[in-house]
């Protein structure tokens, strides 16, 4: 089993960053990749970004590209979410997701909650 912590949310005016964090703890050897989801208040979680563990690749929803950074710190089996230039449709509650290798997101933080005020 892998437990995810997430961290970092807040309120914050558009055009300002936040940054959140996911601590990862368990069995995190078998980690291929981890990622950022939200979920707006009505609307359905859709993907944000993504980060492959060992290579460190990369993958961003358009609409966050140019905008939001994804990162990780294998040492400290963290995963960050860099947010600038931060709009009101960002506002959404962010979930912390981690996957093994050819499968699905299956382990989950319990969210934080971010919010854009215009």
């Known amino acids: 089993q892998v437990q995810l912590v997430e961290s970092g949310g807040g309120l914050v005016q558009a055009g300002g960053s936040l940054r959140l964090s996911c601590a990862a703890s368990?069995?995190?050897?078998?980690?291929?990749?981890m990622a950022w989801f939200r979920q707006a208040p009505g609307k359905e979680r859709q993907f944000v970004a993504e980060?492959?563990?060992?290579?460190?690749?990369?993958n961003y929803a358009d609409s966050v590209k140019g905008r939001f950074t994804i990162s990780r710190d294998s040492a400290t089996n963290t995963v960050y979410l860099q947010m600038n230039s931060l709009k009101p449709e960002d506002t959404a509650d962010y979930y912390c997701?981690?996957?093994?290798?050819?499968?699905?997101?299956?382990?989950w933080g319990q969210g934080t909650q971010v919010t854009v005020s215009s």
């Open positions: 997701a981690a996957r093994p290798y050819s499968s699905l997101y299956n382990y």
């Open positions: 368990g069995r995190t050897s078998g980690i291929y990749a």
């Open positions: 980060v492959t563990w060992n290579g460190g690749s990369t």
